[in-house]
T-cell receptor, first 114, second 112 residues
Framework: DAGVIQSPRHEVTEMGQEVTLRCKPI?????LFWYRQTMMRGLELLIY????????DSGMPEDRFSAKMPNASFSTLKIQPSEPRDSAVYFC????????????FGPGTRLTVL | AQKITQTQPGMFVQEKEAVTLDCTYD???????LFWYKQPSSGEMIFLIY??????QNATEGRYSLNFQKARKSANLVISASQLGDSAMYFC?????????FGTGTSLTVIP
């Protein structure tokens, strides 16, 4: 299995631009998670899906952030407009099911907003 | 409130020795899960070990074992026979009340 795939691996953009991060979970996994990691805040869970349905988005920092999962093999995290404080590593993770299973992380997308 | 705490920001261990990384938690959920992840300097997050709250035995995965003390609400990670490649950040995490919580991490350095 290829594992969780994220693209791009690195993104540099200017403040105000729209940023779209992409994730392909492990085939057969029903749950997908988006995290953000910064030095100041550590790892934060932004949103997670189960069977393509958003379950909890209470970690999404503001309305500038949105996430979709149109099918079982693809999810996007969008920031519009982006701000310098959004600079972080964004991880996508998937698990077989929501309860009791471990999460397998993708390699992350390092986002820099200038 | 749900909480997970790692009190050791940094640890050092001699190669081939064992090391224990501390993790304590608090939750109102009777059914919860505890995880440990490793994050090397390359940045990826690697799952190490999982313990369910109803599991009777401590989880083990190769050189990793989880010392689960439910009454003390602790889930310490024990790494036996440390290797240089074990140098990394280690995160303890908890799944409870439908959410996931991560500790602040412990930086482990293995000394040759």
């Amino acid at each position: 299995d290829a594992g969780v795939i994220q693209s791009p691996r690195h993104e540099v953009t200017e403040m105000g631009q729209e940023v779209t991060l992409r994730c392909k979970p492990i085939s057969g996994h029903n749950s997908l998670f988006w995290y953000r990691q910064t030095m100041m805040r550590g790892l934060e869970l932004l949103i997670y899906f189960n069977n393509n349905v958003p379950i909890d988005d209470s970690g999404m920092p503001e309305d500038r952030f949105s996430a979709k999962m149109p099918n079982a093999s693809f999810s996007t995290l969008k920031i519009q407009p982006s701000e310098p404080r959004d600079s972080a590593v964004y991880f996508c993770a998937s698990s077989l099911r929501l309860e009791g299973n471990t999460q397998y992380f993708g390699p992350g997308t390092r986002l820099t907003v200038l | 409130a749900q909480k997970i705490t790692q009190t050791q920001p940094g640890m050092f261990v001699q190669e081939k020795e064992a090391v224990t990384l501390d993790c304590t938690y608090d939750t109102s959920d009777p059914s919860y899960g505890l995880f440990w992840y490793k994050q090397p300097s390359s940045g990826e997050m690697i799952f190490l070990i999982y313990q369910g709250s109803y599991d009777q035995q401590n989880a083990t995965e190769g050189r990793y074992s989880l010392n689960f003390q439910k009454a003390r609400k602790s889930a310490n990670l024990v790494i036996s026979a440390s290797q240089l490649g074990d140098s990394a950040m280690y995160f303890c995490a908890m799944r409870a009340v439908g959410q996931f919580y991560f500790g602040t991490g412990t930086s482990l350095t293995v000394i040759p």
